[in-house]
């Protein structure tokens, strides 16, 4: 089984020795097991699925041949043929069903309900990178609720568009300072024949707006069925219409489903049944103006939401201040009884905004952007920053770019995101000189934290005591955070770009499409390789093979240099191919991507459609000019390719993320740099 390396913590206690990684078992690394159906003429998607989980795939007309076949290849069927073979299966793959929303084909709800997931898709323009992040959450690779626990505070953009459309143009700007999406399902208005819009959109329409939603942003999506009751459109006379609602909506790989408290318990505890990999928000919302958060009562409607939810929300609509103190002192006293699930309570109304500002899990949001607010007293992020620094919540920084003149667009798109968001901080670009000048800028008094770039060698930096696992295994800091330790102001050095290269290689690939396959890795050092040999071992990767540089630090087990031309076709085809050399050599990889360059049934260059199979990655980390580009080259020679501006927009996204806790999407950093495809 694949070793992953687990890069998350971080303590003061970690000082600088030479210490093992710890790594991990993980049982994500088995290759899933998937019957997939189609419509006829539609197979072209079954080779995309499989290729984006890195497996074999068959076509199949017989459920039989299904069982009977191996676990490890990916087989896709006829919808008409499965439904007259129904009453013989075994259940004994993730039957998914996928649907072409722009094909001939109608879609039908009954084949959806006998599947436990449904992927809906246009080939008009098809977005592969959806469908990596759909496999990815359904079958358990990615945790974004995980990762968001993690986050000091987050929020969440409540769209109110009645048709998604409208949002798309404005999307990137709209949701930076979020760390999720609501779809309001039930604002959405679908068009009749008659003029008229739906009373409630069709599942039809819902899930073709959700499909358009997801298509373009990377957030976790929030599926929301607000009741007549409590502000929203949804009529409460059939329950089960909320409950095949969020059913679909788990069927769909939403991220977070919102359900109201008030459902039956019998309805909310079948949706926690079959939640699969989606998280639960349980809501309640009163607005009769007489709620007492005080009450009795109000503890136990927070521990009936917590039997069910992963989140338990709970808005009141108030008239005074005295209500602010109190929704505080039950915020304090119901996390201290019970620190999970967390707890997101606000009071709504203009009174009930100091606590929109001391809320911390899943405030919601608006946006200038937005036809309306969702709610009463919503604000938008930039107006929650600016407030919580005049209430002395957020005090004004100097958040350092150190680092040579080649970052200052980083630079500019520091100081872009912090106008954008209100953020009090100021930006300060210091050039790095030799010896002593980062600990020197660290002793400044208002110094908030810091990126530097190229990074700093972890071993000559002893006033960095503290280390994250990925910073000290890799022996490098790119970013320098600050954090409060009993009283105490402890500065920690961070590495980010692993996880940019991590972000990169995971955008069209499910985490086990890499678990056990070899990867080749070039540079000049180990050094400039470090943080991708990292990268690589966090998704299982199995052999590591180097050229240019022979591994002896920590993460030196399983990489194994290449020294000849005869070592070269003893070892296995990698599947992986990153360069770190300087643009002036970049071009050494070239006859390699030409050698190993894609073709055979798992990667056969061109799927039906324009959709794209690869099979194969190649990362160039190089910037700078240089008179071919090598990934020109690798894309036709069939490679999915990915250039230094794609992992340092990913790494951008990353620091900011761990310096002002702030999420920004990639597109926006893309957008926000103004110079192409990329930042630098
Ligand atoms: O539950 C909530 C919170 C909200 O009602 C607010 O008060 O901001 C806005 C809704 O869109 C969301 O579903």
Not at 119 to 127: A, N, Q
Not at 561 to 569: A, F, G, T
Request: hydrophobic content about 40%.
């Amino acid at each position: 089984m694949a070793t992953m390396i687990q890069a998350e913590s971080v303590s003061t206690t970690q000082l600088k020795e030479v210490g093992t990684v710890q790594v991990q078992e993980i049982p994500s690394g088995d290759k899933p097991a998937l019957l997939l159906l189609h419509g006829e003429g539609e197979d072209d998607i079954v080779g995309i699925f499989a290729d984006v989980l890195g497996q074999p795939w068959e076509t199949t007309t017989s459920l039989e041949q299904v069982k009977a076949g191996p676990q490890g290849t990916i087989y896709g069927m006829r919808s008409s043929l499965a439904v007259s073979q129904a009453g013989s299966w075994d259940q004994s793959r993730v039957l998914i069903n996928t649907h072409c929303v722009d094909g001939p084909h109608p879609r039908d709800d009954s084949i959806t309900e006998s599947c436990d997931f449904e992927y809906l898709y246009t080939v008009s323009t098809f977005f592969r990178r959806d469908v990596a992040r759909f496999l990815s959450l359904i079958l358990g690779q990615i945790s974004p609720h995980r990762d968001l626990t993690k986050k000091a505070r987050t929020t969440l953009i409540s769209t109110t568009f009645p048709d998604v459309h409208a949002a798309l143009p404005n999307l990137d700007i709209l949701s930076v300072g979020a760390d999720a999406i609501e779809i309001r399902v039930d604002l959405l208005e679908e068009p009749l024949k008659d003029g008229s819009v739906s009373k409630v959109p069709s599942l039809k329409y819902v899930g073709e707006q959700l499909m358009l939603l997801r298509q373009r942003t990377e957030l976790p999506i929030i599926y929301t069925t607000r009741c007549t009751k409590e502000n929203g459109r949804f009529p409460m006379d059939d329950p089960n219409l909320f409950f095949k609602y969020l059913t679909r909506a788990i069927q769909w790989g939403c991220e977070y489903i919102d359900v109201e408290l008030w459902l039956p318990e019998d309805i909310r505890r079948k949706l926690a049944e079959r939640k699969g990999c989606s998280k639960i928000i349980s809501a309640f919302h009163d607005f009769s103006g007489n709620f007492k958060w005080l009450a009795p009562e109000t503890q136990t409607l927070f521990e009936r939401g917590a039997v069910y939810g992963d989140i338990v929300k709970m808005y009141v609509l108030v008239n005074s201040m005295q209500e602010n103190m109190e929704l505080e002192y039950f915020r304090t006293t119901i996390q201290t009884k019970y620190p999970h699930p967390p707890f997101s309570g606000l009071n709504m109304g203009p009174t009930g905004q100091l606590t929109r500002t001391m809320n911390k899990i899943f405030t919601p949001i608006t946006h200038p952007l937005l036809p309306m607010i969702a709610a009463p007293g919503q604000l938008s992020a930039a107006q929650i920053n600016s407030a919580l620094h005049s209430m002395g919540q957020m005090p004004k920084l100097d958040i350092y770019g150190i680092g040579s003149f080649r970052s200052t667009s980083q630079a500019m798109f520091f100081e872009k995101c912090f106008n954008e968001l209100s953020l009090p901080h100021q930006f300060m670009f210091a050039e790095r000189a030799p010896k002593a000048s980062i600990e020197y800028i660290l002793r400044r008094p208002k110094f908030g934290g810091a990126y530097i770039s190229p990074p700093l060698v972890a071993a000559s930096a002893p006033y960095l005591p503290a280390l994250s696992n990925a910073a000290r295994a890799i022996g490098q800091v790119d970013t320098v955070l600050v954090r409060q330790e009993s009283g105490q102001q402890v500065f920690i050095g961070d590495n980010a770009t692993w996880k940019g290269i991590r972000a990169t290689l995971s955008r069209d690939f499910v985490p086990s499409a890499y678990s056990g396959r070899a990867a080749l890795l070039l540079a000049n050092s180990e050094a400039d390789a470090s943080a991708s040999i990292f990268a690589l071992k966090s998704l299982g990767i199995g052999p590591v093979y180097t050229i240019g540089f022979k591994a002896k630090g920590s993460l030196s087990t399983e990489v194994e240099p290449v020294r000849s031309v005869e070592d070269m076709k003893r070892l296995e085809q990698p599947f992986v191919i990153i360069s770190a050399l300087p643009a002036e050599k970049s071009l050494v990889v070239v006859p390699l991507l030409k050698h190993y360059r894609v073709n055979g049934k798992t990667g056969s260059g061109m799927g039906g459609h324009g959709m794209k199979l690869s099979g194969k990655v190649f990362v160039d980390l190089a910037s700078g000019p240089r008179k071919v580009d090598p990934l020109d080259i690798a894309t036709s020679a069939g490679w999915t390719a990915y250039g230094s501006a794609d992992v340092s927009a990913w790494t951008t996204v990353e620091m900011i993320r761990l310096l002002v806790g702030q999420n920004t999407p990639y597109d926006f950093v893309q957008l926000a740099s103004g110079v192409g495809r990329g930042l630098f």
